[in-house]
């Protein structure tokens, strides 16, 4: 009755900030949150799942939704398990170290599903089993946060503020050791912590996500089927033409470059400082039918003909800017494997590449990101 008159109140006022509520949670959201109810609204509370019921407080009346902190679980889900880590619900990073992992797993897969069917228009598409993480937990060959008086801190969620850490449940075990010792010896300021060539580097951060080290997939053995799913159709398709879309620092593209010596390879990314590694490490390669252009590449795409060569984009949580979208369907490439870690602006892009030039022949889902709601995906596609 209590979360009745207050939404009759809500009715009248629009406002149920700072509000407590009583709510079960029915489902997840692909943010990460649990979904409860309340008449014509939805209340988010992230750290909760379904089965439980729990008192929530209103931080936010957004009018058709409410986004709430979880107070008191009242009554857990069966289901729930207890966090391995300390510093759950209050660290931003993770999302899901009370949901078992077979759980968060058929969650990815249902979400995916109902966000293509939602937004792309593709409810009957067939859809790869998801690929698990061999490590549900220990993954991370990298994280980033920022050192204050030697000691590693991560942004409290939803804050501005950093919380101290001394271990990472989902880094690896080398990090974990690098935080254990100390960070006396690093400077203030963001850093990233990187495992690589079985050496902990600490970098500082360029900006918000850069550092010297450069982008590279974060779970090394999913980042290897990854690799494996985009080498593999360019080694089945027998293509000439191999464009790298959004190429980075050339990973793929040197690596096409390598295994294919008779196909002319182009990398096209807008970073000049990714554009000038990929190009040293192909010269120190002495690859010769590799070639990189620096820019956006919507626009390069303009004087660029995809057509009769394969397209590889991996572009930025975004999606395809719509430059680069009507540019594919315009004059289709015969094959475009597409890398997304985000549902619905992939769902959204192949919406308009399957209404207008393609059909997908694989939908390749793999759990990059344990313990959060993100997930990666390779869809392979060709021209109609």
């Excluded at 254990?180 to 918000?208: C, F, R, W, Y």
């Amino acid at each position: 009755m209590a979360n009745r008159i207050i939404r009759k109140q809500h009715t009248a006022s629009g406002k149920l900030k700072g509000r407590e509520l009583q709510v079960e949670i029915v489902s997840l959201t692909n943010s990460g949150d649990g979904l409860a109810r309340l008449e014509d609204q939805v209340v988010f509370v992230p750290y909760t799942m379904p089965g439980d019921t729990a008192r929530v407080k209103v931080q936010q009346d957004k009018g058709r939704f409410l986004i709430a902190s979880l107070l008191e679980l009242l009554s857990e889900s069966p289901d729930r398990i207890t966090p391995c880590c300390d510093y759950f619900g209050e660290c931003g990073g993770c999302d899901w170290l009370h949901i078992p992992y077979q759980i968060q797993l058929d969650v990815k897969m249902n979400e995916l599903r109902e966000t293509l069917a939602r937004i792309g228009g593709l409810p009957d598409i067939d859809i790869k089993e998801i690929i698990p993480s061999p490590k549900p937990v220990h993954y991370r060959n990298r994280i980033q946060g920022h050192v204050k008086g030697g000691s590693f801190h991560y942004m409290r969620r939803g804050s501005n503020k950093v919380i101290p850490v001394q271990q990472c449940k989902i880094a690896d075990e080398q990090i974990n050791q690098r935080l254990a010792d100390g960070l006396k010896d690093v400077a203030n300021g963001k850093v990233e912590i990187a495992v690589s060539d079985e050496q902990v580097h600490v970098t500082p951060m360029h900006s918000k996500t850069t550092t010297d080290m450069g982008f590279r997939q974060v779970n090394t053995a999913l980042g290897q089927v990854l690799n494996e799913l985009v080498l593999s159709e360019v080694r089945d398709g027998e293509f000439k033409i191999v464009n790298d879309l959004y190429c980075g620092r050339g990973a793929w593209t040197n690596a096409i470059a390598r295994l294919l010596p008779d196909c002319s390879v182009v990398g096209i990314d807008a970073m000049p400082e990714n554009i000038a590694l990929a190009k040293s490490e192909a010269a120190r390669e002495s690859l010769q039918n590799v070639s990189y252009v620096q820019a956006l590449v919507e626009e390069a795409l303009t004087q660029f003909k995809p057509k009769n060569s394969l397209c590889i984009v991996d572009p930025p949580r975004s999606g395809l800017d719509p430059a680069v979208t009507k540019a594919l369907c315009k004059k289709p490439a015969k094959g475009l494997v597409y890398v997304s870690c985000h549902a619905a602006t992939l769902a959204r892009d192949l919406k308009i590449l399957t209404d207008q030039a393609y059909e997908i022949t694989q939908i390749q889902p793999l759990d990059m990101f344990p313990q959060t709601a993100h997930l990666e995906c390779v869809v392979k596609l060709q021209a109609t």
